[in-house]
């Protein structure tokens, strides 16, 4: 009876651990995969932002531990000393042992910094430094949000492709029955039948191709997600909403500040200016004023050493200032002087790249939407042309090779528009990064 009872209780807790396991597992999955939702998981999960978030909390405890030498340093010692040769000294021309065999002692110290370059750099800088921790988190966040979505509406304009495909290949498994009817029928001979086998075997091809190419940007996209491998990932979209978003403002004129790269760099400089001042603090002596309370101990026999105290106290202040250390202070100086200058410099080289940077994505962006509108435009010609074509076969007068062609034209131009589409949104979003406007 216990042998089934504990039987019975290890099944239970296996069946909870599996169904707490698929709980958590169905938690950590997107019902609604649409842009959104997937930079808001992608914020979420992946390695490279919550590890930036860690490192601003390691920050803040880092500025903690600094600040944290303000306050009083209080500190407890326990000592005990058994002299093996008691000290000697010759006195009046005899030799003399001074002190005791067994020597203990209970020793109280405190210290309170007044003025510590040090620490006050810490407390100067704390703001910049938790500053400097949440822009480079941002500046994670920022490109995490950027190659997420490029990666988004590449496995969108790749289902695209594959639909096109799939399309393709009905409409020509449909020509194939045509022309093989038509071949049976004596109507044409069998060169029309083989072309349509032809184009029918490169589309099932291609749409292979397709397959495979979403397959594994769609893994890419999860990789970048840290989404579960084993899950799946069914996208959601919709391409007439998608063309609506290839819009962007090309007036607008760059704000350097706007930047997040920008805006790092003028942190830094703050930090550089404290280094500059913490080096010229060095002529400056530290003060604290520190004191003890020490009850000593000794006897010679190691059973009386505890019966009878000695205490002993002091207060006292420290002032310390090094005199010379070869140059050392005037040469770390210049160093953080010239370590100034040289971040003036980036700040204007970035500048530089900055505005260069927008220009050429912005020409980037007007080309790829010029290339977006004569794409569609072509795909409309490209059916209007096939569907007149195709009508034209049907009553005997064009050729299936015209067929054909005005076919491969039709697949090449959707193929190309929805490769246009791509373009123009990874293009947007190089613009609104070199604005500073991605948002999460």
Same mark, same amino acid.
């Given at each position: ?310 205490? /002993? ?11 010379? /250390? ?8 210049? /160093? ?105």
């Amino acid at each position: 009876m216990r042998r089934i009872f504990l039987f019975t209780v290890s099944v239970f807790a296996i069946l909870v651990q599996n169904l707490s396991a698929l709980s958590q597992q169905r938690d950590s999955l997107l019902t609604d995969a649409n842009l959104s939702n997937v930079i808001a998981y992608a914020l979420n999960s992946q390695p490279t932002v919550q590890q930036a978030l860690l490192d601003e909390e390691i920050t803040e405890l880092q500025i903690k531990s600094k600040l944290s030498e303000w306050y009083p340093q209080v500190n407890f010692n326990y000592l005990y000393q058994r002299n093996i040769q008691l000290q000697s000294s010759v006195i009046g021309g005899n030799t003399v042992r001074f002190g005791n065999k067994n020597n203990s002692a209970l020793q109280f110290s405190a210290s309170q910094s007044i003025f510590n370059r040090d620490v006050l750099l810490a407390s100067r800088t704390r703001s910049d430094v938790r500053q400097q921790s949440k822009q480079l988190t941002t500046d994670a966040k920022i490109e995490l949000v950027s190659n997420v979505t490029r990666a988004f509406y590449d496995v969108i304009v790749s289902e695209l492709n594959r639909q096109v495909a799939n399309k393709n290949i009905i409409r020509q498994e449909r020509s194939l029955r045509d022309t093989r009817a038509k071949y049976d029928a004596g109507v044409v001979d069998k060169t029309d039948y083989k072309r349509a086998t032809i184009a029918l075997n490169n589309s099932r091809a291609l749409q292979k191709n397709n397959r495979e190419a979403t397959k594994a940007k769609t893994e890419y996209l999860k990789s970048l997600m840290n989404y579960p491998v084993s899950a799946e990932l069914h996208i959601q979209y919709d391409s007439t909403a998608l063309e609506r978003e290839i819009y962007v403002d090309t007036l607008q004129d760059i704000n350097y500040d706007n930047r997040i790269e920008y805006r790092i760099l003028l942190t830094q400089r703050k930090l550089q200016e404290a280094n500059l001042k913490y080096n010229r603090w060095s002529y400056i002596p530290s003060v604290s004023a520190n004191g003890a309370y020490n009850i000593n101990y000794f006897n010679n026999s190691f059973s009386k050493l505890y019966s009878a105290s000695f205490p /002993q106290s002091f207060a006292g202040l420290t002032v310390a200032f090094p005199i010379f /250390q070869g140059g050392k202070r005037k040469y770390e100086i210049r /160093q953080a002087e010239w370590e100034l200058k040289r971040t003036d410099l980036d700040i204007i080289n970035l500048r530089n790249n900055l505005h260069s940077d927008y220009t050429a994505s912005l020409s980037g962006y007007k080309s790829s939407l010029a290339n977006y509108f004569a794409a569609k435009e072509n795909v409309q010609l490209a059916q209007e042309v096939y569907d007149v074509i195709e009508l034209q076969y049907q009553s005997g007068i064009k050729t299936y090779l015209e067929v054909a062609v005005a076919e491969a034209d039709l697949s090449t131009s959707q193929i190309n528009f929805y490769n246009a589409l791509y373009q123009v949104l990874s293009r947007k979003i190089d613009v609104q990064r070199s604005l500073g406007q991605i948002s999460f």
